[in-house]
């Protein structure tokens, strides 16, 4: 078979066979907060919260969309909260914690006290925190990382009881549920916003 007719041969495999190729589905979600000017996006990684804006703003004309910034560093402001063994109001520390240095060196703690002396020893000798577990009002649990991204997002038993036996209906109950649950991390987000200083001023 000469070169020609391999290539006709494989053009014409690949028209037939391509229809037939596995379709990979994959799904992200994320919450549109009109009335407190969020969106949130379930993503576990940056690129694919970038996939699920480049596709939004082709369904939406005008999306005033911005990443959120703030005055604060993360890891700068997380780093003096450990150091001082003081969280900001409305937070708690919890017992996650990762440390880098400038040469990318890490320390993990999980489910360990982050009150030693060893801990604020790591930060006065130049690590940075980059991970923190934290708990907001007593309700959700999560952890913030130096990128600003908020990860491992949790309701806890508190906020769960008040969404229990209101409804029946499992469509009603979902609503319901949905309702509280997005309203108490609206006014999260923007707690944790104010810990970090708040927004700078627009350009």
């Known amino acids: 078979v000469g070169r020609r007719e391999m290539r006709e041969l494989i053009e014409q495999m690949t028209l037939e066979l391509l229809p037939r190729a596995f379709t990979r589905f994959r799904s992200t979600q994320g919450w549109i907060d009109r009335g407190n000017g969020w969106l949130v996006i379930d993503a576990a990684s940056p690129a694919r919260a970038e996939e699920f804006l ?4 082709k369904t939406l004309e005008n999306l005033p969309a911005k990443i959120l910034k703030v005055n604060l560093s993360p890891a700068v402001a ?3 909260w450990v150091a001082a063994g003081e969280s900001p109001a409305g937070f708690s520390i919890d017992q996650d914690l990762e440390l880098r240095s400038v040469d990318k060196a890490a320390v993990r703690y999980v489910n360990h006290s982050l009150e030693g002396e060893e801990i604020r020893q790591h930060i006065a000798d130049g690590k ?10 007593d309700k959700i649990s999560f952890i913030l990382n130096d990128l600003l991204q908020v990860k491992r997002l949790e309701f806890l038993d508190i906020l769960k009881e008040q969404s229990d036996n209101q409804s029946e209906n499992a469509d009603e109950r979902f609503d319901l549920d949905f309702t509280l649950m997005t309203g108490e991390a609206a006014k999260l987000l923007d707690d944790l916003v104010a810990a970090l200083g708040g927004e700078p001023p627009s350009a």
């Open 128 to 137: 940075t925190v980059t991970r923190l577990a934290m708990t907001w009002d």
């Open 54 to 57: 480049e596709h939004l703003r």
């Open 78 to 80: 997380m780093s003096a």
